[in-house]
């Protein structure tokens, strides 16, 4: 099984994958750099409501006592209970939609942020759906973390694959989908690499993230629910 997440979620993924029988091989292929001066300006401002897309996102809240603090005073939306579960710590009720993408928060939350001032605590990658609520309310961006891909583990990605070192993918964003499958387009062995795509069993969390796949022709699976967990136990019925 072959993990291209960041490294901050290596020792939580492979729990996760032995506690289903799989053995791993992570090779991050994007990293996380918190952006300090945009967690200033959010913890300067005042909001009604805080939508937090990410469990990465949550975890530099925590860290961050000034914003901690502003988060505290303002209703909050989370992507998912991961990062509900995260954000609950501060003893605040977080609100999540019935399916975890950004897509869902747009379509059931926006009217309960109709007029509101409401702000988006995530990557400078996110989805440009949320931007949407602004037809609903006053929506400021604020990205608190950039995400940057490694260039060298994205080509030992593609080795991995290209000598079937691996039979299984959980791809966890489109953005990920994206940056393998592009490089993959460069490589001198790119058809090779693209037929064992075929031949493996590929999941991915979310629609977004499945239609980028299907954009390079790999038919993906996706979960019932969009999460890790969820991903792994659709793998395993399909093995």
Known sequence: ???????????????????????????????????FSELERYSKSNF????????????????N??????????KVIAIGPKTKKLLERLKIEVLVPKVFSSESIYLEFREFVKNKRI??????????VLLKLSEYANVEEYKIYRICEIKNNIHKALEAILNKKVD?????????????????????????ILSNFKEMKIIAIGTPTKETLNK???????????????????LKSLC
């Open 1 to 35: 099984m072959l993990i291209l997440r960041p490294i901050e979620y290596e020792v939580e993924s492979r729990h996760t994958l032995n506690k289903f029988g799989f053995e791993s091989l992570h090779i991050p292929i994007i990293k996380i750099e918190p952006n």
């Open 48 to 63: 009604d409501v805080t939508i937090v897309t990410s469990q990465t996102a949550a975890k530099i809240i925590l860290s």
């Open 65 to 74: 006592q000034k914003v901690v603090e502003k988060i505290k005073k303002t």
């Open 119 to 128: 702000a988006i605590l995530r990557s400078n990658k996110g989805s440009p």
């Open 168 to 192: 299984a993918v959980i791809f966890t964003s489109s953005l990920i989908a994206n940056l393998l499958m592009r490089e993959m387009l460069r490589n001198k062995n790119a058809e090779k």
């Open 216 to 234: 390079y022709g790999i038919k993906a699976e996706i979960p019932n629910r969009f999460t890790f967990e969820d991903a792994v136990i659709k």
